[in-house]
C-alpha cells in the first residue's frame, strides 16, 4: 500500500502538472470504485483544481469552489499519467481522469478491488475522511505521548493504526522500528522515556529521508514504480538478508496477509518472535534466540 513517502510524491508530481488546470472528464471503469452517490462525476467535470491534498493515505482532489475527489488506492491501486489521452481501458484500469494537460489513470491489480473513490462537496464531508491520526512529522513529543497513551497496542498495531499516526503502513513502520531499536511487539503503554524519544525522532526521520529519496528517483518524471519494497531498505521485504547495522539475519513475523520483518540483534535483544506457523509446525524445536537459529543452520 503506498504509504506517506509515496502519497507525497504521488502529489507533488500531480501538482506539477495538474495544479490550476480543468479536469474535462472523469471515467469510472471499475463498479467497485466509486463509494458515494451524490454529487455525482458530472457535477465535478469542467471544475479547475485548486489543490492537492494528503489525508492520511488518501489522496484529495479540491476542484472549484469546494468540490472534492478523494482517492484511497489500498494495497494495489496505483496512478499513471500520461500527456495525452489514453485509448480503450485495460482489465485493470478502474478509473480515468482527463485534465487539460493530460490523462491520470487509475490502476488496481489482484482480483480483490480495494481501491476507492468517494466524490463529496463542502470541507466538512473532507473531514469526515480522515481516520484522526496525527501528523507525526509536526507532533511534538507530549502529543506523541498523548496519542500513544490512550490505548495499549504492540508498536507494529500502533504504528500503522490511521487512528493513532497518519499515513504509516507496513512497510515504513518496518524501517521506523529498526531505526529506533524497538521490537515490533513491544507495548505502547510500557515503553521507556528513552525508547519513546527514539521512537518519535525515528519516525520523521524515516519519513522524510525516503519521501527525499523517491522524490530524487523520479527525477521531475511521473512516480510510475511505487511499491512496498525497496533496494535502500533496511528490513522491509529482507527476510534471510543481513541487516545493514550488525550483519544479522533479517527475520519474520507472517499473520493473515501481512509480514513484518525485524532485525533480532538491533531490535529483540537476540531472541526470535514467534512466528505463528513456524512455531505450529516446529513446537518445541522453534529456535528461541537468533544464536540458537544460526546454531541450527550451521
Known sequence: MPELPDITVYIDALAERIDGTRLNKIRITSPFLLRTAVPSATELEGRRVHSIERIGKRIAFGLEPDYWAVLHLMIAGRLHWRGESVGRPTRQTAAIFEFER??????????KKRASLHLLKGREALRAQDPGGIEVRGADLDAFRHAFARENHTLKRALTDPRILSGIGNAYSDEILHRARLSPFAQTQRLSEAELRRLHEAIPAVLDEWTAALDRARSGGFPEKVTAFRPGMAVHGRYG????????????????????????????DGRLLADRSLSRLLKQDWPRTIDELERLRS
Open 102 to 111: 493530460g490523462t491520470l489513470t487509475l490502476t488496481e491489480a489482484g482480483t
Open 241 to 268: 538478508k543481513p541487516c545493514p547495522t550488525c550483519g544479522s539475519a533479517v527475520q519474520r513475523i507472517r499473520y493473515a496477509s501481512h509480514e513484518t520483518n525485524y532485525c533480532p540483534r538491533c531490535q529483540t
